[in-house]
């Protein structure tokens, strides 16, 4: 008899309590969570009141500095697989929301799938879906990022089956501790951007990976980047974007969308020598060296970035 779900939830945090402190609330109401495992990656005592006031069970993981989110989802997921028997894990950005019913309904899907993970129907504020997967179905993937398209609208169109995919964002991401173990934890060596796309093309590469269109979480980031933190991060993706695409066997399927990517950097911005000059750093830095913007030796848009975001 195979043993009933167990979930634990992972978050990675960098001071930003109130929307923590949301969060928690919000998975103090799903009944299959065992603990919530929090990742500071600050001396924050702000958010640090947030986690031992915490209405779940929750453990902190105290990091000195904040390397990205995938070190700090590496971390809370090592603290994890010591710490407990979960079957599965619950990878969440802060300023995200479950419902109730969020985490049952991706349980079942990726059970019933055999799938290595899942993901939800992630909406904004005005109930809209964004930061959609990249389904295989060529259909779904069309109806999907239309503007303004809701849960119920997807579903009337594409169904409510479980569709799969090849990477997703993962503001909500659900992934069993089998797949954890066999293809390994998130990079830490991205900085910033990218390590989810990474590391949704590694699970889905060996094993199926879906989206649940009957689940539906709510990402609500409290306000976009602007100026320079801003177009670091943009640098940091398109660098790491191209190193996934042209140098990870498993990466190869996100080719196709390297002109889109390089176009989206392009238009985000006056295309002045300086955005032309860091378009071509990303290009030789991600696939001529095949090195990701956090490596070792941490190349300039990592160091520019944590500047910014100090300022």
Same mark, same amino acid.
């Given at each position: 008899?195979?043993?009933?779900?167990?979930?634990?939830?992972?978050?990675?945090?960098?001071?930003?309590?109130?929307?923590?402190?949301?969060?928690?609330?919000?998975?103090?109401?799903?009944?299959?969570?065992?603990?919530?495992?929090?990742?500071?990656?600050?001396?924050?005592?702000?958010?640090?009141?947030?986690?031992?006031?915490?209405?779940?069970?929750?453990?902190?993981?105290?990091?000195?500095?904040?390397?990205?989110?995938?070190?700090?989802?590496?971390?809370?997921?090592?603290?994890?697989?010591?710490?407990?028997?979960?079957?599965?894990?619950?990878?969440?950005?802060?300023?995200?929301?479950?419902?109730?019913?969020?985490?049952?309904?991706?349980?079942?899907?990726?059970? /019933?799938?055999?799938?290595?993970?899942?993901?939800?129907?992630?909406?904004?504020?005005?109930?809209?879906?964004? #930061?959609?997967?990249?389904?295989?179905?060529?259909?779904?993937?069309?109806?999907?990022?239309?503007?303004?398209?809701?849960?119920?609208?997807?579903?009337?169109?594409?169904?409510?089956?479980?569709?799969?995919?090849?990477?997703?964002? #993962?503001?909500?991401? %659900?992934?069993?501790?089998?797949?954890?173990?066999?293809?390994?934890?998130?990079?830490?060596?991205?900085?910033?951007?990218?390590?989810?796309?990474? +590391?949704?093309?590694?699970?889905?590469?060996?094993?199926?990976?879906?989206?649940?269109?009957?689940?539906? =979480?709510?990402?609500?980031?409290? =306000?976009?980047? *602007?100026?320079?933190?801003? +177009?670091?991060?943009?640098?940091?993706?398109?660098?790491?974007?191209?190193?996934?695409?042209?140098?990870?066997?498993? /990466?190869? *399927?996100?080719?196709?969308?390297?002109?889109?990517?390089?176009?989206?950097? %392009?238009?985000?911005?006056?295309?002045?020598?300086?955005?032309?000059?860091?378009?071509?750093?990303?290009?030789?830095? /991600?696939?001529?060296?095949?090195?990701?913007? =956090?490596?070792?030796?941490?190349?300039?848009?990592?160091?520019? +970035?944590?500047?910014?975001?100090?300022?």
């Amino acid at each position: 008899m195979s043993r009933a779900p167990c979930a634990v939830a992972v978050v990675n945090t960098f001071r930003r309590a109130p929307v923590l402190r949301r969060l928690l609330e919000s998975l103090a109401r799903v009944p299959e969570l065992q603990v919530v495992v929090v990742v500071c990656r600050a001396d924050d005592e702000e958010t640090a009141q947030v986690v031992r006031g915490s209405p779940c069970a929750t453990w902190p993981v105290n990091k000195p500095d904040n390397l990205g989110l995938g070190a700090g989802l590496a971390d809370g997921l090592r603290a994890a697989l010591a710490r407990t028997q979960a079957t599965h894990f619950l990878l969440l950005d802060d300023d995200t929301v479950a419902g109730p019913d969020t985490l049952a309904e991706l349980l079942a899907a990726l059970e /019933g799938a055999g799938a290595s993970a899942a993901v939800p129907l992630m909406v904004d504020e005005a109930g809209e879906i964004g #930061w959609f997967p990249g389904l295989k179905d060529a259909e779904r993937f069309r109806a999907i990022r239309e503007r303004g398209l809701k849960p119920e609208d997807y579903v009337r169109r594409c169904g409510a089956a479980p569709a799969a995919f090849t990477w997703s964002p #993962w503001p909500m991401l %659900l992934v069993s501790r089998g797949a954890v173990e066999t293809f390994g934890l998130p990079r830490t060596d991205f900085g910033f951007m990218g390590e989810d796309i990474e +590391y949704t093309l590694r699970l889905s590469w060996r094993a199926p990976a879906v989206l649940v269109p009957r689940a539906v =979480g709510r990402h609500l980031p409290p =306000g976009r980047k *602007r100026g320079a933190e801003a +177009y670091f991060a943009d640098c940091m993706h398109l660098q790491n974007v191209v190193y996934i695409a042209r140098r990870l066997p498993h /990466g190869r *399927r996100l080719a196709r969308h390297l002109p889109g990517s390089i176009l989206r950097f %392009l238009r985000d911005g006056s295309p002045g020598p300086s955005r032309s000059s860091d378009l071509l750093r990303a290009l030789w830095r /991600g696939g001529a060296l095949g090195r990701p913007a =956090g490596a070792p030796g941490a190349d300039g848009f990592w160091l520019a +970035y944590r500047k910014a975001k100090s300022e």
